[in-house]
């Protein structure tokens, strides 16, 4: 099936790491995707992994994958204010033209 | 690189009319695009596959004949959305995959376009 689930609300404050989580249920994905919205405007290709790597770093980024549980995160290392926004993981199906299947986003709020 | 535009940016439009959304890969070819709907604080449905020179692939629940969709060109797809009424208020986001092999058929998104149907 197609199913992606992550938590709808994260809280840290400016400075801290925030890990924002997301699971999936298909595992004939390939590659795994986190992009960032913010109010009113499309959606931003923060980084993405494909589906036989376990882990990313892209500056203060992280992503990691676990295949074995379906679980996907992304840290991001010292968080700052400009990171308030909604953060969206999808997973890309190779069979099926290559569409992105979303989750229901997560929004992060940064506290100063 | 990899810019795709949307046109309008926004529209208001009286219930029964039609709108026209436009898509635009404006430096890479497009084979496949993608049109979804985000609702007010939700994620991004898909709403259907659209490919150059042939029919689009729409999702199960999409009614076809409601959302027209045409991909005349590798650079550009339009969405009509056909005798409009409220419930069809929501922010459009079209996505473009690019067809060059160097590409790794990635994704770019447009900025998207909020319908607001009165």
């Known amino acids: 099936g197609e199913d992606v689930e992550q938590s709808l609300f994260l809280s840290v404050r400016e400075g801290d790491s925030s890990v924002i989580n997301c699971t999936y249920t298909d595992s004939s994905s390939t590659y795994l995707y986190w992009y960032k919205q913010e109010p009113g405007a499309g959606l931003q290709l923060l980084t993405y992994i494909f589906s036989n790597m376990d882990m990313k770093q892209d500056q203060r980024l992280t992503v990691l994958l676990n295949k074995k549980d379906k679980h996907l995160s992304l840290r991001i290392a010292d968080t700052q204010t400009g990171d308030s926004a909604i953060y969206f993981c999808?997973?890309?199906?190779?069979?099926?033209?290559?569409?992105?299947?979303f989750g229901q986003g997560t929004e992060l709020s940064v506290k100063p | 690189g990899a810019v795709v535009s949307q046109h309008p940016s926004w529209v208001i439009c009286k219930s029964g009319t039609s709108v026209k959304i436009e898509c635009r890969s404006l430096?890479?070819?497009?084979?496949?695009m993608f049109w979804y709907r985000q609702f007010p604080k939700q994620s991004l449905m898909l709403m259907a596959t659209?490919?150059?020179?042939?029919?689009?692939?729409?999702e199960q629940g999409v009614e076809k004949d409601k959302f027209l969709i045409n991909h005349a060109s590798l650079t550009l797809s339009t969405l009509t959305v056909t005798s409009a009424h409220p419930e069809d208020s929501s922010f459009y986001i079209c996505s473009a995959r690019d067809s060059s092999p160097s590409s790794y058929n990635e994704q770019f998104f447009g900025p998207g376009t909020r319908l607001t149907v009165l």
């Open positions: 430096d890479f070819q497009a084979t496949t």
């Open positions: 659209s490919n150059e020179g042939s029919k689009a692939t729409y």
């Open positions: 999808a997973e890309r199906f190779y069979n099926q033209g290559g569409k992105l299947i």
